[in-house]
């Protein structure tokens, strides 16, 4: 192709290279040799040049064509702009900036994504011509180079806002500067395609609030309250958009117009429009949220109450009515089968997964309106029942046909208003569920699916009412109901069957004993009968089952139902089939609930598990020998079940860990580049730790230092969760194996207490798992960490009096005891904080830790003579005082000994 200099397409380039386009954007050409072509291209240095004039320049060609050499230029430019030569780079972007009038929409929107992509990779500092460009354009007269340069502009605004608010050298304002006025202006205009579009540019600086727009918020309230009754609805929409923004981010911006926000919004939220409607539905969540003045919301609640249930019927158009009506033997199309990602196993108080199933489904003014309807309800209370019952008993009458999807609104709204009015509807509980059970069979799928979601959310209460025979009555009956919907034909009743009965089940525990047979049946019936999607809330109910029922399930009668469909499929699964994921998750919630009763499955699942970490780590470096390619997720599963067992079979676990290599895969793990592979890594060698420690014994100062090195990592707000597991599981070692961790204990404590000197702004479980993790080393090693007691004592019983009453709270109250024995006069600055801790204990049930702290407590009222103690439990709060009364009430032993009378000159300090 051409060579460099002042550069200049040739002919027959331009010629091939458009015949080549023209191909791509036909339906019918042989894709795959038109992008090996295209690519082939791209080796040359100039092909970019080519794709620019013929954007810009090619008049003879089509308007598809120019804007297929438009966009295929963004792509490439994405990734290559910065490695072209700068005189092609030049090249390039002046010929795109003429483009900003041209005649035709089509192209003057793809320049706009390609300056948008440049100014991305060059910043704006590094095309100071393209601003000069975009304020002539704007304030110019001419419609086309206004609307090109607006839209360039939206872009820039939603790729890189912060860049415009930047200085830039050789300029006296910043862009937004520049900008802001000329955009707030353009709200005025008569052509709509400006107003959005400069309406949509200013709303992207919501969220950054820069200084520019900060100090013009009057001029655009003002021009939003002008445009929320714009003719067109995309403005519309933009204006609610905004407004949500702006209560969300600084409410106090809308405070003295919030009256006339609230009326809007109403209008807004009935708008003919449903895009424009579900953006207004979105205020009342966010109004709720920013804790504004309840009262003023109040006086609008019976006009806002009928939109909202009005709003949650079925629109005729809603893809949920066309895939309704889909029968189990249907396939699943593989965009049924959402992306499957699983959580790895995390130890502590504070989950990190998100368990929002519905995170990838649609959403649409129907959720938002019952979303809206249930956060209304937690804020109002059973305010909200005399204007919204009437409405559902309304609905809830109807029994025709035609009148189905009124009916089955009414039924969500009774579900969405379940928590936040439970006590106006507590006493109509069981006949609301009386009135429920029938439309678990009715002949509306849709019906029968939302009903078992209402039921579920109304599951507490229905267990609590078991204690009384019409109560247990109620109980059986929407078990049974549920059941009978998870063996339901159709597969949306299928699934809210089986994650309302999930919901039961947790509520319910033990109360399923009685049933459990039944119960098993039912899902195992399912699980012969699923397809795929649906499969993995079978698998769900089942790992539920397990862990609600606990050992309960460990019965011959009930194995024999369970076990032997799963083993089946385990053994028809290959070990890179995905449809493993779900099942290996279902037998680690198993193993954990049948404990030893596992033993009789677990060798050949513990093999396989070996296996597949093995095959999948060769597959990391070498897929082609492998066989397979590289799933992190196959690694992560299996860990789990690993530490399932371990959990579960306890120190059975030995004799299956003693043949294997599991010991050396397990340290890999612990080093691996992924965080989810060494959060479960660092899970399972906890487990390990409590259950056959022995078996880590010839890898112990490895482990210790990959997990210590978790500890102290620069970057430990990015693997947070494996820096909490690495801790736990320290301590868990460290309380087996004794003074053997005590090269390494100076090391762990130093990466603690920073994390306890600043709990405000770290994970809640990973300051619990560090202070458990130092008072056992503490416990297991004193003499090495009381003298360092002054630098962590504080912020150390801090962290200790939040956690909740455990075993594990009891081991580190055992080190802290055994720190204070070793350093007293180190701990007695901190003795306020050290009665604080200890009365955070609801129930202190071992009794020797309890004697412990008597003698703590005995000690240091020896100690403080002339009047120190009682200044001591002045500073403290009457609650702890009342607490620590519980602990001189036993017989104790003198605790400090010959301590004491080194101390007895000591004053407390003040």
Known sequence: MAGQGTWQPKEEGLREICGVLELHISPTSDKPRIWQQLQHYSQFPDFNNYLVFIFAHAQGASVEIRQAAGLLLKNNLRSAFKLLDPAYQQCIKSQLLPCLGEAKRDIRNTVGTIISVIVQQERILGWPELLQVLVRCLDSNDINHMEGALDTLSKICEDIPHELDLDVPGLSERPIDVFLPRLLQFFQSPHASLRKLSLGSVNQFIMLMPTALYLSMDQYLQGLFVLSHDPVAEVRKLVCAALVQLIEVNPSFLEPHLK?????????????????????????????????????????????????????????????????????????????????????????????????????????????????????????????????????????????????????????????????????LYPYIAEIVEFLLPLLDNKFPLLRSITCWTLSRFSKFIVQGIGHQKGYE????????????????????????????????????????????????????????????????????????????????????????????????????????????????????????????????AQPIFQRCIKIIQSQQLAKVDPSSAGMQYEKEFIVCSLDLLSGLAEGLGSGIESL?????????????????????????????????????????????????????????????????????????????????????????????????????????????????????????AWVCPEIVSPHVEHFMQEWCTALSMIHDDIEKEDAFHGLCAIVRTNVSGALNSLGYICRAIASWHVMTSEDLHNEVCQILLGYKQILKDGGWEQCLSTLEPQVKEKLSNYGKF????????????????????
């Not at 129907?366 to 109002?380: E, I, Q």
């Not at 301590?731 to 100076?746: N, R, T």
């Not at 032993?893 to 080194?902: A, I, N, P, T, W």
């Open 260 to 424: 006339n926000v609230i009326e809007f919004m109403l209008q807004a939220n009935n708008d003919a429009d449903n895009e424009v409607a579900l953006e207004a539905c979105e205020f009342w969540s966010e109004y709720c949220e920013a804790q504004l003045n309840p009262q003023l919301l109040r006086e609008f609640l019976q006009q806002l109450i009928p939109v909202l249930l009005s709003n949650m019927v079925y629109a005729d158009d809603d893809e949920s009515l066309i895939d309704s009506e889909e029968d189990e033997s249907v396939p699943d199309r593989d965009q049924d089968l959402k992306p499957r990602f699983h959580s790895s196993r995390f130890h502590g108080s504070e989950d990190m997964k998100d368990d929002d199933d519905d995170s990838l489904s649609i959403w649409n003014l129907r959720k938002c309106s019952a979303a809206g309807l249930d956060v209304l309800s937690t804020v109002y209370g059973d305010e909200i029942l005399p204007t919204l019952m009437p409405l559902v008993q309304a609905k809830l009458s109807t029994s025709d046909d035609g009148s189905w999807k009124e009916r089955e609104a009414a039924v969500l709204a009774l579900g969405a208003i379940a928590e936040g009015c439970i006590r106006g």
């Open 474 to 601: 109620q109980f059986n009956k929407v078990l049974m109901g549920l059941l009978r919907r998870i063996l339901d034909t159709n597969k949306r009743v299928q699934e809210a069957a089986c994650s309302a009965f999930a919901t039961l089940e947790e509520e319910a525990a033990e109360e399923l004993t009685p049933h459990l047979e039944i119960i098993l049946q039912h899902l195992l019936c399912a699980y012969g009968r699923y397809q795929k999607r649906n499969l993995r809330l079978v698998y769900d109910a089942i790992g539920t089952l397990a862990e609600t029922v606990g050992g309960e399930l460990n019965q011959p009668r009930y194995l024999q139902i369970l076990m032997p469909p799963l083993i089946a499929k385990w053994q028809q699964l290959s070990d890179a089939d995905k449809d493993l994921f779900p099942l290996l998750e279902c037998f680690t919630s198993i193993a954990q609930a049948l404990e030893n009763g596992f033993s009789q499955f």
């Open 657 to 777: 860990v003693s043949q294997s290599n599991l010991r050396d895969q397990l340290l890999q793990c612990c080093m691996d580049d992924s965080i989810d592979v060494q959060q479960s890594a660092f899970a399972l060698f906890g487990d390990l730790a409590r259950a056959c420690p022995a078996y880590l014994h010839p890898c112990l100062s490895e482990f210790l230092n990959v997990a210590t090195k978790q500890m102290s990592t620069p970057k430990l707000t990015e693997s947070i969760s494996v820096a909490n597991n690495a801790c736990w599981a320290i301590g868990e070692l460290a309380i087996k194996v004794g003074q053997e961790v005590s090269p390494y204990v100076m090391t762990v404590v130093s990466s603690i207490v920073p994390i306890l000197q600043h709990a405000e702004g770290v994970n809640k479980s990973l300051v619990e798992n560090s202070a458990i993790t130092l008072g056992r080393l």
């Open 891 to 910: 017989k104790t032993d003198h605790l400090f000994g010959s301590r004491v009378k080194k101390l007895r000159f000591w004053k407390h300090p003040t």
